[in-house]
């Protein structure tokens, strides 16, 4: 089945917009060779910008401004939010590129995006649809409207075909653990030792939608917590922690920011951070019993 003809029973505007996404994400593939230099600029988080990281977020913004259905935009590689005119209602958070720091090592990335009906500065329970595309030895890309997890395929015809539907994550002995142990807080300490004491195996590629896809289809649990100099986290709420907490949800998963659901955070800012654990609901429950112990002693 090709993807336009599982969304078939989609509302007209988000169907559009998954599949104008999709179609961009092809010429994205097509241009890694071309665009590996790294630019004169810094993103919003004073990070160096590749020139892959700009284009990808240049050609995405140009094709959803004219496509006349998306009311807001925030993307990672920009200050603010943007507001298209038109009388479309969607509002789309956009990481136009996770891990292009490994593109030069020919390791996978992707593409985020979270789906609002309106403003984007909303807890990401309010969205009413995510999706990525994975950049590996496949092209794929998965995606939720809040009626199951599905992963698709660009085949040799250039079309997304079905690969898996209705995802669920499954119990699994991998974790992906981001920052580095030694400034690692008590309670996430304990949690990792208890993971390690039960056979766990680290499987962490620096590339957040990649791993989260690995997670997604094995089991286990991704972290980037907080730290001893960082206890707001690395990753981005809005372009990175929600969209795919959203789909490991919809996925019979979790996602916590340690002490509770991430996706009943408010967004305050465009840049705001949030330490973050993904995946399997066991693995979830445990860090925050953990952590609600230590408040108590």
């Known amino acids: 089945m090709r993807l336009e003809e599982h969304l078939a029973d989609c509302d007209e505007d988000l169907k559009e917009l998954i599949l104008r996404i999709g179609n961009v994400c092809k010429t994205i593939a097509s241009g890694f060779a071309s665009h590996q230099t790294y630019s004169d600029t810094q993103n919003i988080y004073g990070e160096q910008q590749m020139a892959l990281d700009k ?8 094709d959803l ?29 956009l990481d136009p590129l996770d891990g292009s720091s490994l593109i030069d090592v020919n390791l996978a990335v992707g593409t985020i995006v979270g789906i609002y009906r309106g403003r984007v500065l ?38 997304y075909v079905l690969m898996k539907e209705n995802i669920k994550i499954p119990e699994g002995k991998i974790f992906a653990p981001g920052a580095l142990r030694k400034n690692y807080l008590p309670g996430h300490l304990k949690w990792m030792e208890t993971l390690e004491s039960q056979g766990y195996k680290i499987r962490f590629s620096g590339s957040f939608v990649a791993d989260v896809h ?9 972290t980037y917590p907080g730290y001893v100099g960082k206890e ?42 949030i330490p973050i654990y993904i995946g399997g609901k ?14 108590r002693t």
Request: cysteine-free; glycine content about 12%; aromatic content about 8%.
């Open 122 to 159: 909303a807890p990401g329970k309010e969205m009413i649809g995510a999706m990525y595309v994975l950049y590996g030895p496949l092209t794929t890309l998965t995606y939720t409207v809040k009626k199951g997890v599905h992963d698709f395929v660009l085949n040799p015809d250039g079309e």
């Open 55 to 62: 284009w990808a977020d240049e050609v995405i913004i140009a």
């Open 214 to 222: 690995q997670i997604l289809h094995k089991g286990g649990v991704f």
């Open 65 to 93: 401004k004219k496509s006349g259905i998306v009311k807001y935009l925030a993307s990672e590689e920009q200050p603010e939010v943007l507001k298209f005119k038109g009388t479309g209602s969607l509002g789309v958070t």
């Open 232 to 273: 707001q986290g690395k990753l981005r709420l809005l372009f990175e922690a929600n969209p795919l907490g959203f789909i490991v949800e919809q996925a019979g998963g979790a996602t916590s920011h340690g002490n509770g659901d991430i996706l009943e955070v408010r967004p305050i800012a465009v840049s705001q951070r």
């Open 282 to 295: 066991d693995e979830i429950n445990l860090i925050e019993k953990i952590n609600k112990e230590g408040l």
